[in-house]
């Protein structure tokens, strides 16, 4: 990894980790200085009704935090999940308060007053706790996000350490625009889960660089499957938010680019063996599209 | 799901009884099925996802969504979108039998999240264009799977059978994950419906059009069609009449009751959006 520690010690020691921010903090560093308006804060108590019932501590935000403000001025909102409560996972009132944004964001859209969502997304996917609620959320989330490309960019942003799995990975692969850092990790499927489902032979869960390597942010970016690979730095990461907004939206969405993804998988053999540097040489054509 | 259980027939069962074909098509894997039938007199169009024994990729050999099966169903959507793209809307109908998406190493590294996206975008986009969705679950319905396959429908049915269960991870994994036992989250299920993995329970939740009652869902008779095709054109009516978007989900009784922290989010938001 020492190739990926900047040069310039300075300005690596001066810079803000945004990993170790928490989202409320996350929301603040990224919009305009001072123009963060919290949405349905903690003193809302807009609780989880289900996690009582299972003896478990429910947090007054459920661990989503909503802020409107701006980005270079224009207005934005962000939607930015906790990590630390729960895994950021969706229950229903933490999947809600993110579908409920992003459909206030479109009905404004459509008003002809444009505001341009953010997702900061540091989750394990549906909380468990409230299974069926947690993916009728995210679907909830699926349909605003693709609703909303219709008039502005939707971006997102996995920086870690939770990274991005499950549901909300589809919610990432719908974004127009997804910024990660090296820490970031955007899969499906869990490792834990692959390994319980298919066995330690199919994946150890446990092999941190094994894991880094399929599904790690780098060779996220590497692939197409994001964007913008950035350093573990607030100022960063908020300067390439403003850019990927800046770039207005995509000729064609990720996701609707089928085409290409489907002769690249065509011309992959599942016999074969296949790594991560194989496929960053087979999946070269540039991510430009 | 247990690797000796031999996978589900159900959504290959209904897809030939409700179009009288196979649906096999040369551009697509033979996991995916897709043909036109009529409904109610209109030319209507099914997809469904069905296991294949000798699917290329292992760990989508059981009726998964995998890597193909995500982007065929984008595929073929998007083909329908553009074929109707100056005339009539057909609606959509997405026959669901899926007992997970793929999970495997190689399913991660070439990005099965951005195959499902792709078909949950697919399926979106044809709702947004005017052609009325509706996702008819006959057996599972979990996770991703669903999320990719029907989850974006205007409308949503369901068979009333025990084999019909919506969830968001298999039981065992569910169980590792949250450090219960099968038996405990079992027991948590029958008390907490959000929890539960049998249709009845979701349908407590206030998601579904209609829960169909009264059918054989392993092997259905003239009768029994002819109640599911009354039940899809009924349900093609009222997405043809109604919005374009996933509101309706949250209007039902049912919803209110047991989705209430669902609607006081988006109440309470609405009133805080804009500044005083």
């Given at each position: 990894m020492s190739a990926s520690v900047p040069r310039d010690y300075r300005r690596f020691l001066a810079r803000a980790s945004f990993i170790e921010m928490s989202a409320r903090e996350r929301a603040r560093a990224i919009l305009d200085a001072g123009s963060a308006r919290e949405l349905l804060g903690p003193f809302d108590r807009l609780k989880s009704p289900w996690l009582p019932l299972q003896d478990i501590v429910a947090q007054a935000d459920d661990g989503v935090v909503?802020?409107?403000g701006t980005l270079d001025g224009r207005p934005a909102l962000v939607a930015a999940i906790e990590g630390a409560f729960q895994g950021g996972s969706m229950g229903e009132v933490s999947g809600a308060k993110i579908a409920a944004a992003l459909e206030l964001a479109l009905r404004d859209c459509e008003r002809d007053r444009p505001i341009w969502p953010l997702l900061l997304l540091e989750t394990g996917g549906v909380r468990l706790q409230e299974a069926n609620l947690g993916l009728a959320a995210i679907a909830d989330i699926h349909a605003a996000i693709i609703a909303l490309r219709a008039h502005v960019p939707v971006v997102g942003v996995i920086a870690g350490p939770v990274g991005c799995f499950g549901g909300m990975s589809m919610a990432a692969g719908l974004c127009s625009r997804l910024i990660v850092t090296r820490q970031a990790r955007l899969g499906m499927n869990g490792p834990e889960v692959i390994e319980q489902e298919a066995g330690v032979s199919e994946?150890?869960?446990?092999?941190?660089?094994?894991?880094?390597?399929?599904?790690?942010?780098?060779?996220?970016?590497?692939?197409?499957?994001?964007?913008?690979?950035?350093?573990?730095?607030?100022?960063?990461?908020?300067?390439?938010?403003?850019?990927?907004?800046?770039?207005?939206?995509?000729?064609?969405?990720?996701?609707?680019?089928?085409?290409?993804?489907?002769a690249r998988l065509a011309a992959i053999q599942p016999s074969a063996p296949l790594d991560a540097k194989l496929l960053r040489s087979l999946w070269n054509d540039g991510a430009t599209h | 799901?247990?690797?000796?259980?031999?996978?589900?027939?159900?959504?290959?069962?209904?897809?030939?009884?409700?179009?009288?074909?196979?649906?096999?098509?040369?551009?697509?894997?033979?996991?995916?099925?897709?043909?036109?039938?009529?409904?109610?007199?209109?030319?209507?169009?099914?997809?469904?996802?069905?296991?294949?024994?000798?699917?290329?990729?292992?760990?989508?050999?059981?009726?998964?969504?995998?890597?193909?099966?995500?982007?065929?169903?984008?595929?073929?959507?998007?083909?329908?979108?553009?074929?109707?793209?100056?005339?009539?809307?057909?609606?959509?109908?997405?026959?669901?039998?899926?007992?997970?998406?793929?999970?495997?190493?190689?399913?991660?590294?070439?990005?099965?999240?951005?195959?499902?996206?792709?078909?949950?975008?697919?399926?979106?986009?044809?709702?947004?264009?005017?052609?009325?969705?509706?996702?008819?679950?006959?057996?599972?319905?979990?996770?991703?799977?669903?999320?990719?396959?029907?989850?974006?429908?205007?409308?949503?049915?369901?068979?009333?059978?025990?084999?019909?269960?919506?969830?968001?991870?298999?039981?065992q994994a569910a169980a590792r994950v949250t450090r219960r036992g099968v038996a405990e989250l079992e027991r948590l299920g029958e008390r907490i419906?959000?929890?539960?993995?049998?249709?009845?329970?979701?349908?407590?939740?206030?998601?579904?059009?209609?829960?169909?009652?009264?059918?054989?869902?392993?092997?259905?008779?003239?009768?029994?069609?002819?109640?599911v095709r009354g039940e899809l054109c009924s349900a093609i009516a009222d997405a043809r009449a109604g919005t374009r978007d996933l509101a309706t989900r949250l209007h039902s009784p049912a919803a209110r009751a047991l989705r209430a922290a669902s609607i006081e989010v988006r109440r309470r938001l609405a009133e805080q959006w804009d500044a005083a």
């Amino acid at each position: 990894m020492s190739a990926s520690v900047p040069r310039d010690y300075r300005r690596f020691l001066a810079r803000a980790s945004f990993i170790e921010m928490s989202a409320r903090e996350r929301a603040r560093a990224i919009l305009d200085a001072g123009s963060a308006r919290e949405l349905l804060g903690p003193f809302d108590r807009l609780k989880s009704p289900w996690l009582p019932l299972q003896d478990i501590v429910a947090q007054a935000d459920d661990g989503v935090v909503l802020a409107r403000g701006t980005l270079d001025g224009r207005p934005a909102l962000v939607a930015a999940i906790e990590g630390a409560f729960q895994g950021g996972s969706m229950g229903e009132v933490s999947g809600a308060k993110i579908a409920a944004a992003l459909e206030l964001a479109l009905r404004d859209c459509e008003r002809d007053r444009p505001i341009w969502p953010l997702l900061l997304l540091e989750t394990g996917g549906v909380r468990l706790q409230e299974a069926n609620l947690g993916l009728a959320a995210i679907a909830d989330i699926h349909a605003a996000i693709i609703a909303l490309r219709a008039h502005v960019p939707v971006v997102g942003v996995i920086a870690g350490p939770v990274g991005c799995f499950g549901g909300m990975s589809m919610a990432a692969g719908l974004c127009s625009r997804l910024i990660v850092t090296r820490q970031a990790r955007l899969g499906m499927n869990g490792p834990e889960v692959i390994e319980q489902e298919a066995g330690v032979s199919e994946l150890d869960a446990s092999d941190g660089g094994l894991i880094w390597s399929l599904i790690g942010g780098e060779q996220r970016q590497a692939v197409g499957l994001a964007d913008d690979l950035q350093e573990d730095d607030a100022a960063a990461i908020a300067g390439a938010v403003r850019a990927a907004f800046a770039r207005g939206p995509r000729r064609i969405e990720r996701s609707a680019q089928v085409e290409r993804f489907t002769a690249r998988l065509a011309a992959i053999q599942p016999s074969a063996p296949l790594d991560a540097k194989l496929l960053r040489s087979l999946w070269n054509d540039g991510a430009t599209h | 799901m247990s690797a000796d259980e031999s996978p589900s027939q159900r959504g290959r069962i209904w897809f030939k009884a409700l179009t009288g074909s196979d649906g096999l098509r040369p551009e697509s894997p033979r996991s995916v099925r897709v043909a036109d039938a009529t409904l109610g007199g209109q030319q209507s169009r099914f997809i469904a996802v069905v296991p294949d024994a000798h699917n290329r990729f292992p760990r989508a050999r059981r009726g998964q969504v995998g890597l193909d099966e995500a982007w065929a169903l984008a595929s073929q959507l998007r083909r329908t979108i553009a074929e109707d793209q100056d005339g009539a809307r057909r609606p959509i109908v997405a026959i669901v039998d899926v007992v997970s998406q793929a999970y495997g190493r190689l399913e991660e590294l070439l990005g099965i999240h951005l195959a499902c996206a792709a078909a949950a975008d697919a399926y979106a986009s044809a709702r947004l264009a005017g052609h009325p969705v509706i996702a008819l679950l006959v057996g599972k319905a979990m996770s991703g799977a669903f999320l990719a396959h029907g989850y974006q429908a205007n409308r949503i049915l369901a068979l009333d059978s025990p084999a019909v269960m919506v969830h968001a991870m298999g039981k065992q994994a569910a169980a590792r994950v949250t450090r219960r036992g099968v038996a405990e989250l079992e027991r948590l299920g029958e008390r907490i419906a959000p929890m539960a993995y049998d249709i009845r329970s979701y349908a407590r939740l206030g998601l579904l059009h209609r829960l169909i009652e009264g059918v054989n869902a392993d092997a259905p008779g003239a009768a029994d069609l002819e109640q599911v095709r009354g039940e899809l054109c009924s349900a093609i009516a009222d997405a043809r009449a109604g919005t374009r978007d996933l509101a309706t989900r949250l209007h039902s009784p049912a919803a209110r009751a047991l989705r209430a922290a669902s609607i006081e989010v988006r109440r309470r938001l609405a009133e805080q959006w804009d500044a005083a």
